[in-house]
């Protein structure tokens, strides 16, 4: 059974596959019924959500089936029941799960039991959707993925840091992270990322410099400087001596990627931090068409993981 977990659980052969069939299915938002019935689609949420709750519940009507949202909050899963459980009886209702949860475990533990593709809609350690989405915007953009040079700068130790690595490698970018020296990606991912480069011919590199990781890049990212859990570290990650204010992401900081460089940021956006209300409000910014292109980037990914199950029998 195939899942979608971390980044690099597709080839790059697939990735492609997968961006291919999300412009198709952009152009035509009906073109494909796999969950035509309608079939149920499992859609958890253990954390806020708005565009992937969405994105999610529309791509699913639209490709025939009916989304089940389940609050994660009234399941308790992996509390009042485990993981295990919650899977087995998932397995005999639904034709896939897609879950929005904390730790990569949990996941990792429902695909195991779930004898049915389990899609990762963000966790601790990735958020592989998104990545798919901002591929394809890029691709739209700039008319192709291998050779650009894509630069993300904030917290580099997050989760859209560590995606951004496993996809951008995949996708064959030369993929550059920075951010503060106590705010640094996992190196296992940083390893991993790397392996994946020297066969795609992109690269991976992490940096403390936010002006050295900017220069000369084709595609310039942010994320919020305070991901869901973190509130209690607001005063820390916001305040005037905050040590991500080297990276907002604003006109002098973009001043020295490339001149037709695009700027993306997965929302929700704090203009005035990780990001200036100029850069994300300017012609730059192609924020809006990363937002739209979850939808068809997960239908894609869903119709491909649903290929594959078919084929599994």
């Known amino acids: 059974m195939r899942h979608f977990l971390r980044d690099d659980d597709l080839t790059p052969a697939e990735q492609s596959a997968v961006l291919d069939r999300a412009a198709a299915l952009k152009a035509d938002r009906f073109a494909e019924r796999p969950l035509e019935g309608p079939q ?3 859609i958890i949420f253990d954390k806020p959500t708005l565009r992937t709750q969405l994105s999610f519940s529309v791509g699913v009507a639209e490709l025939g089936g009916f989304p089940m949202v389940v609050d994660g909050n009234l399941a308790q899963i992996g509390t009042r029941e485990s993981i295990a459980d919650v899977a087995r009886v998932l397995r005999r209702q639904v034709s896939a799960v897609v879950w929005r949860t904390y730790g990569q475990d949990r996941i990792e533990d429902m695909a195991q039991y779930a004898g049915v593709p389990v899609v990762n809609a963000l966790t601790d350690d990735f958020h592989p959707c998104q990545i798919l989405a901002d591929l394809l915007t890029v691709r739209e953009h700039k008319g192709r993925l291998p050779g650009l040079t894509m630069t993300y700068v904030g917290d580099a130790a997050n989760n859209m840091a560590h995606s951004y690595l496993l996809g951008g490698a995949t996708a064959g970018l030369h993929v550059r992270v920075a951010g503060p020296a106590t705010h640094q990606p996992d190196p296992r ?10 066969q795609t011919g992109g690269s991976a590199t992490v940096l403390d410099d936010a002006v050295e990781a900017v220069a000369g890049a084709d595609v310039v990212i942010t ?3 305070m991901s869901m859990g973190q509130e209690q570290e607001a005063a820390e990650r916001k305040g005037a001596s905050s040590p991500f204010a ?3 992401v604003d006109q002098e900081l973009l001043a020295h990627a490339t001149d037709d460089a695009i700027v993306l940021h997965c929302l929700p956006a704090y203009r005035g931090f990780e990001i200036s209300a100029e850069v994300i409000d300017g012609p730059r910014s192609v924020v809006w068409d990363e937002a739209e292109n979850r939808l068809h980037a997960q239908k894609a990914l869903l119709a491909f993981l649903l290929d594959r199950a078919r084929d599994d029998g």
């Open 40 to 42: 149920g689609v499992a």
């Open 246 to 248: 080297p990276f907002a």
């Open 189 to 198: 991912i940083v390893q991993r990322a790397a392996e994946i480069a020297s």
């Open 223 to 225: 994320d919020t400087w």
